[in-house]
């Protein structure tokens, strides 16, 4: 049945499909970003197939097509990967590419799905959150665009959850996952492929890859942090291999199946091992990080925090340094709570801004329309047209292509941003974990007060408007409410205040504040203490700490 290296076109051999009947799990809904669970909830029986059953179902017309699939490489991807095999040629489609190892960065995901013009991808991922035993797993479907599949289809997939009676798989076929090449299962063509060639060759295409090199070999230090995590290979294949950095530029870069024991998130708190490198004596020029499935960065300068909200709006402006972008930009766009810095550059430059709601499958519609170049959000994540996922080695590759060009530090780019569009401080403040029952109504009790917030002054500000954020695709048309609470004053400054959808215990409740400050010499201050009256704000008006019984958030960013 399993034929190495050749593909045999067999007739599908019923009799070897097998249908097994299941139930229905509660609480299949793909939140911000596709289905997270526990691990131990994935790992029951029938779970994982009764999701990619739904998928499978709610998906006309695959019979035959090709089906992208890899996965952060966190503890259960392989299993995972063999039952989806298993499934997806019991489906009848007609191709799977597989990542060797059943390993694809997301963002190497959504540019496989694009070269290749796959019908759709499973990405098995739960990002940034911990992996192993007792850590998260997570899987989401992203369409033939290479993006995250939009709302009409997560909800449809949701909705034939609730309904499934069986799904189909094959009887025990294993394919040898580390090895590239050809199989035949029962008909459908697996082609394991190699995770990083396609990646890094999209990357070489966008960027001054000899101009970094030239960087690289004038003295200039950098790390780049993997976090134990799916870009260590790619890292060092494009950083290492072909731009020439030494050996051990890439910090903790062989996955592992726990990421070491660690959070894979990159920011301040989590990226320790970096941050300190960074802050420490001697600190090298620059310093980057991703997450758990690559598609997060950080970007750090010596003893130097960029926020993304103005690493997007670096990005935005800097494109005439960068080959792939020079000449071509149409538009930004950045989540709601993201800082209003990116627009500052749009309105400067001439080109469109977009707010959208958090997460990234919201920008896929003003991508393929060519609508934007450039999209990102405050939580870590910048990307482009180039694929439609965030992309966090993009990212760094575009600041490095930055630095080579402009020959300044990443301090000094910062600053003469600042001097010339204004500065948008900003920051995010995360209380993890909190009960659901209490983040739910403190939610609902502030959105209840909104509309009386309008007209009211705090301090030196005056709420001009308060809302829970609705959004009208100027696509499709297609109308997203209930995207997060948001009060905005007079002066420009903001608060937002949202239930993360990514969780997966208990409540994350985020708040974002920011405000804009154009005059040079005010440009120093620290931003926790520029906002600390912002902040207050919103304590006082949504009694925060009090009814969640903590005194400071879990992480600030
Ligand atoms: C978080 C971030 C959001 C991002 C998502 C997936 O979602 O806030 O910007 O798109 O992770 O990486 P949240 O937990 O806030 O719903
Ligand atoms: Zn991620």
Not at 203 to 230: N, P, V, Y
Request: aromatic share 8%.
């Amino acid at each position: 049945m399993l034929e190495l290296g050749t593909i045999k076109t067999t007739i599908r051999e019923t009799m070897d499909i097998l249908t097994i009947p299941t139930h229905p799990f509660e609480g299949q809904k793909p939140g911000t970003s596709g289905l997270r669970k526990k691990v131990e909830i994935f790992k029951q029986p029938h779970y994982l197939e009764n999701f990619v059953q739904s998928v499978f179902d709610t998906l006309p017309g695959h019979e035959g097509q090709t089906l992208v699939l890899g996965g952060d490489g966190r503890f259960y991807n392989r299993e995972a990967i063999h039952i989806i095999l298993r499934m997806a040629a019991a489906n009848g489609f007609g191709r799977v590419l597989v990542g060797r190892g059943g390993l694809l960065s997301t963002p190497a995901a959504s540019a496989i799905i694009r070269k290749y013009q796959a019908f759709g991808g499973l990405v098995l991922s739960a990002s940034h959150n911990p992996g192993g035993p007792d850590g998260d797993f997570g899987i989401k479907y992203n369409i033939g665009n290479g993006g995250p599949a939009p709302e009409r289809i997560t909800e449809a997939i949701h909705a034939r959850s609730r309904e499934i009676t069986e799904y189909k798989t094959l009887k025990f076929e294993e394919i040898p996952l580390d090895v590239c090449g050809t199989y035949n299962l029962m008909g459908t063509t697996v082609e394991v492929i190699d995770s990083v060639t396609d990646y890094a060759e999209l990357m070489e295409s966008l960027f001054d890859f000899e101009a970094i090199r030239t960087l690289l070999k004038s003295g200039f230090r950098m790390r780049f942090d993997a976090m134990h995590a799916i870009t260590g290979p790619y890292a060092t294949e494009i950083i290492e291999r072909r731009l020439g950095a030494p050996t051990g530029t890439v910090m903790n870069g062989t996955p592992k199946p726990d990421f070491g024991g660690g959070h894979p998130d990159p920011n301040l708190t989590y990226a320790r091992d970096l941050v300190k490198v960074m802050y420490g004596d001697d600190a090298p020029d620059f310093g980057a990080a991703s997450d758990g499935d690559g598609d997060r960065n950080m970007i750090l300068g010596r003893r130097f925090f960029v926020t993304p909200s103005d690493s997007l709006a670096v990005i935005a402006a800097n494109a005439e340094h960068v080959p792939g972008y020079r000449g071509r930009v149409t538009g930004v766009a950045r989540s709601m709570p993201t800082s209003a810095a990116a627009d500052r550059v749009a309105a400067a430059l001439g080109f469109e801004s977009f707010e959208t709601p958090t997460g990234w499958k919201f920008f896929g519609n003003l991508l393929d329309a060519g609508r934007i170049t450039f999209c990102g959000e405050e939580s870590f994540g910048s990307g482009s047209d180039h694929v439609r996922e965030k992309d966090g080695l993009w990212a760094v590759l575009y600041w490095l292509n930055i630095l080579a060009a402009r020959g300044e530090s990443v301090e000094d780019i910062l600053r003469h941003h600042w001097q010339r569009f204004g500065r948008d401080y900003y920051t995010r403040h995360d209380y993890e974990e909190v009960d659901a029952t209490v983040a739910k109504a403190l939610y609902s009790d502030l959105k209840a007060r909104l509309p009386a917030l309008l007209g009211q002054r705090f301090g030196v500000r005056t709420v001009t408007l308060a809302d829970d954020f609705a959004y009208t695709d100027p696509i499709d048309g297609s109308v997203s409410d209930g995207q997060g609470l948001r009060i905005l004053f007079d002066d420009g400054a903001r608060a937002v205040l949202r239930l993360s959808g990514t969780g997966t215990v208990g409540a994350t409740l985020r708040v974002y504040v920011e405000r804009y400050e154009a005059d040079p010499a005010r440009h120093d201050m620290n931003p926790q203490v520029a906002l600390a009256e912002l902040i207050d704000v919103v304590d006082a008006l949504s009694q925060l700490k009090q009814r969640t019984g903590r005194t400071q958030p879990s992480v600030i960013t």
